[in-house]
């Protein structure tokens, strides 16, 4: 009789958690495993065949290996770090590497596009806590109570709406790892609580009383000069120390134009697997103008271009004619007089934006997708820039 393995994946994004937990069980050889979201508790769950969508695949023992190589494949290669060949990227790396084991706060700072999340989630799988959960939370585009409500939870009854208990992202990534994404632009208020929650590793939902304690890791990150905005009055200092203990600056992609071949390369066959298409090189062409093209949005950027010029081209190679003209031909940016590091910046980001929202009609929806940013994001961005 021939041995089967079943293996139910609820959703492609969430199998890299099970990974680890599916390898060491297929090859030892279990009749059946059954793989679905982690639970709070960080094992497999079991569920109902076909509950919730889930794809469930029975697979012959004999090609169990080979459909794990290709699942592993598939999910490394989406989360991945891809190291470059700039010294900047592998003292980023090193630094993270020797981290990672520690129970140390970081504070990941870097320019938006930069890789942050990758960092931090490769961060997570290099430490002890890998088997355990990875809670990201965005900062940017909630209100006080909400962002609060999301990291901490609230009682029955805490404010109108709250039906029931709830519990927040810090007690549901216990044993774990939280990312705090854009934590410059947590309010004045709840600072203060964050800072409380670093201090003693407890905190209460809102609405209640007891103290609740958990143990996580904290990785924060920010696109903000902190120094800046504690300077400003506008970030509390102390909890600045909190959050500075190991800090890592990722540098943006027109200080590391070095590994634009190798970035390029890889998001073309990621771009080309997810569309199913025929694209298997980049031209000499195509890759000088990508090599020399600034990149303010870096990364994200990069992965935008490539993936659009993959849905829209013909392939097998990228050519220069499948490059929007930003690229091709960019326009000579001109630096004022006086103009310091962060206003130059901010500048090349006003820009990018304007000409993204004039490309889309005015449609911040479609502009916040192209540039691979969160709505709410894009929108305060286009208040604080004062974008016309």
């Not at 059954?34 to 012959?60: C, F, Q």
């Not at 390369?265 to 694209?279: C, D, G, I, P, V």
Request: aromatic content about 6%.
């Amino acid at each position: 009789m021939k041995e089967e393995v079943v293996v139910a994946i609820k959703h492609r994004d969430q199998i890299k958690e099970g990974l680890p937990y599916l390898d060491s069980i297929g090859r030892r050889g279990m009749r059946e495993v059954v793989l679905a979201r982690s639970s709070t508790h960080n094992s497999p769950s079991l569920i109902d065949d076909g509950a919730n969508g889930a794809v469930v695949k029975v697979l012959d023992r004999k090609r169990l290996d080979r459909k794990f190589d290709l699942l592993a494949e598939e999910v490394g290669d989406r989360y991945r770090i891809v190291v470059g060949k700039s010294p900047q990227i592998h003292y980023a790396l090193n630094v993270a590497k020797k981290a990672a084991p520690s129970r140390s706060t970081i504070l990941l700072l870097g320019e938006s596009g930069t890789g942050k999340e990758i960092f931090a989630r490769a961060i997570h799988n290099w430490s002890d806590r890998k088997d355990q959960p990875f809670v990201a939370i965005n900062c940017v585009g909630l209100s006080r109570e909400l962002l609060e409500s999301q990291l901490f939870g609230h009682e029955k009854g805490a404010f109108t709406g709250a039906l029931e208990l709830k519990k927040g992202k810090m007690e549901l990534a216990h044993g774990g790892t939280v990312f705090l994404d854009e934590v410059g632009d947590i309010s004045t208020e709840l600072q203060t609580k964050l800072l409380r929650f670093l201090q003693e590793r407890e905190f209460e939902r809102v609405g209640g009383t007891t103290p609740i304690s958990v143990d996580v890791r904290i990785i924060a990150a920010t696109n903000r000069d902190l120094d800046k905005a504690v300077r400003d009055g506008h970030f509390r200092e102390d909890l600045y120390y909190r959050l500075n203990v190991v800090p890592l600056t990722l540098p943006p992609l027109r200080e590391r134009k070095e590994d634009v071949p190798a970035l390029a390369s890889y998001l073309l066959k990621r771009s080309a697997l997810e569309t199913k298409k025929n694209f298997t090189a980049i031209t000499e062409e195509a890759l000088r103008k990508l090599i020399a093209y600034e990149w303010p949005g870096n990364v994200r950027e990069l992965a935008n271009v490539i993936e659009s010029a993959v849905v829209l081209g013909q392939g097998p190679e990228l050519t220069l004619h499948d490059l929007p003209a930003a690229v091709v031909s960019p326009a000579r940016q001109v630096i004022p007089d006086g103009f310091s590091y962060h206003e130059a910046i901010d500048d090349y980001r006003r820009e990018l934006i304007a000409k993204t929202l004039a490309q889309t009609q005015g449609n911040r929806a479609a502009a916040a997708k192209l540039l691979g940013l969160q709505r709410t994001y894009l929108s305060r961005l286009i208040k604080t820039l004062r974008v016309d």
